[in-house]
């Protein structure tokens, strides 16, 4: 028993081979049409990723703070023109920070929660005496918020006793080395002699020279909030659900709450008109492949008026025309998205080749995820039926007689 | 002569551009009927109307007026959908130009109709065809597409085409018109040979008086009437 393909299929796909040149122009068109979406939306996707992960990488993704200290009028009345400047914020802690952390730590699609008691301070060796934050922190906890020990480059990212983690910046400012010891001092006069244990590169200048992280004790002794905590740090499970649970949290609690997407309004913006343009962008292409094949089926509809006659002679009916015409979009459609996916995967290469980071690394992996292809087929696939649909009905809606006659 | 009638016009009219000041009647009152069998030839000067005649018995034009039956099943009240199936299993066309199908072998242009009818190539339709090929003469051509295969090739393929589903009732128009004297006779022979075998009805356009007068019977067609319905000697052959 040979296999046999069904009438439609089977006269679409020899319409198909039979209109050599044409079907080779609409499968390249179309093919050019998914490797250009391919690509963009993995490129762009990827970029995007590896940007919100760079940014998330050295912060939390929702933070809880104290309320804001704000002036209140001691005479409510609005016959009284006054001035409201709003207060300086001095460090304190967060009321019952324990129950806040528990009820944060309950709330759906939140996966850890790390008290942090941080203030300024100064790190002195010698003569040379730099401004940094004090980070009071439980490290187990904190790990969970920042992944710490993925940037260590000497030592652990454990805290005890008087033994701190540097970054790499302050340690070269300050010619600081594994167990050196480092004095830091407080603008209210305490200090402390602490040893460091771990020094961390956590990719940006500016962390690496001002985060001193301590044990939480110590720095609540140093800051003058026993007991006390300066913020909660959270982390979620979706990074883009950030924003809802902050409002929840604020909600609930009547702290100042903020989620990452806060923070980097203007980074998110960005993202967002990037993605924009990126969809208008295969908007335009999806238009213009679709156009692409619906041209050249209307013009094989009208070279094949006479096939199509002699099929619904011999007892074909529309509906058989109008699939044979459909069938033939759906396979350049489907036929285009494996080979636009090819060449997706074949510039995503070369690319990745030349375009690397400053550390020489690529910029992107040239991988493609099974779902974009997936997608470039369903769309694909669908354009070529939609765009078949006009010349399709046009073939099943042809008269016969005309196409016998001449 | 007690036969089934296989088709039956009365009063049948064929109008273009109906409603419209070029409004023509082509075909003005037919009645006509076609026994089993019979094997009758349709002539008249071109522009009498043979084409639009033989495409409304074919079912591939409706009639503007008058009645049109086809193995006692009248047709105006049969649905689009009917009257493709009915076209498809119940009718072989023949044409003056082949109108074979170039992207398929001939085998598969003579397993189309039943393709068609029963929505993909099988085995039997298969043999049938090869076995219509082979008694047209061309088994040895089956796999070749029509543009490889000469004048009268291509036109009895066409035959064994119009055959493959065992038709009631087979339209030919003009099937010779293109050939030479030689290979006519052939193709006519073959028809000929086909409506004797499996007892359908034939009626063929012909300007041809020497294969007209080989015909059962000779329809005249002038000016969108019929002028004369007469039999042959040629009935009376053996
Ligand atoms: N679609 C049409 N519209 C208008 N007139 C037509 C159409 N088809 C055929 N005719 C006219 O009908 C007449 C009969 O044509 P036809 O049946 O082809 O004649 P024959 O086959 O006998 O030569 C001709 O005058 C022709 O011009
Ligand atoms: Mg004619």
Known sequence: MKFRLPFAPLVALRFLREGRMQTLLILAGTTGGVAVIVFLTQLITQLQAQIVDRVLGSQAHVVIRPAEEVNRRAIDDAGFASIVEPRAQRLRSIDQWENIARLAADMPGVTAVSPVVTGPAFAVRGQASKSVALMGVDAERYRRIVRMEEYMVAGRFAVEGTRAVIGSELAKDLGIRMDDKLRVALPNGRDELLQVGGIFDIGNRDLNRRWVFVTLPLAQSLLDLPGGVSNLDLTVADIFEAQPVADRLRGATSLNVESWMQTNAQLLAALRNQSVSNNLIRSFVVIIVALGIASVLVVSVVQKQKEIGILRAMGASRSMILQIFLIQGAVVGAVGSVLGSMLAFTLLNVFSAIYRNADGQPLFAAELEPRFIAMAALVATCVGLLSALIPARRAARMDPVQAIRS | ?238
């Open chain 2, 1 to 238: 002569m007690s036969a089934a009638p296989v088709i039956e016009l009365a009063g049948l009219t064929k109008a273009y551009n109906l409603g419209t000041p070029v409004e023509t009647e082509v075909l003005h009152g037919i009645d006509l009927s076609l026994a089993e069998g019979e094997f009758a030839a349709l002539i008249g000067p071109s522009g009498s109307g043979k084409s639009t005649l033989l495409n409304i018995i074919g079912l591939l034009e409706r009639p503007t007026g008058g009645r049109l039956s086809i193995g006692g099943r009248d047709t105006a009240s049969l649905s689009e959908a009917e009257i493709t199936q009915l076209r498809g299993r119940s009718i072989g066309f023949v044409f003056q130009f082949h109108h074979l199908l170039p992207a398929f072998t001939a085998l598969e242009n003579v397993m189309m109709p039943s393709i068609i009818a029963r929505g993909r190539p099988d085995d039997e339709a298969e043999a049938t065809a090869l076995a219509l090929l082979d008694a047209v003469g061309l088994k040895a051509h089956a796999l070749k597409k029509p543009a490889e295969l000469s004048g009268g090739q291509q036109q009895r393929v066409a035959i064994a085409r119009a055959l493959a589903l065992r038709p009631r009732l087979i339209l030919a128009d003009e099937p010779t018109g293109n050939l030479d004297t030689h290979t006519a006779d052939d193709i006519f022979a073959l028809l000929r040979e086909f409506n004797r075998q499996s007892n359908c009805a034939c009626l063929i356009v012909t300007h041809d008086p020497r294969l007209a007068a080989r015909c059962d019977r000779i329809v005249r067609l002038v000016d969108g009437r019929i002028a004369d319905d007469l039999p042959t000697a040629a009935e009376t052959n053996p």
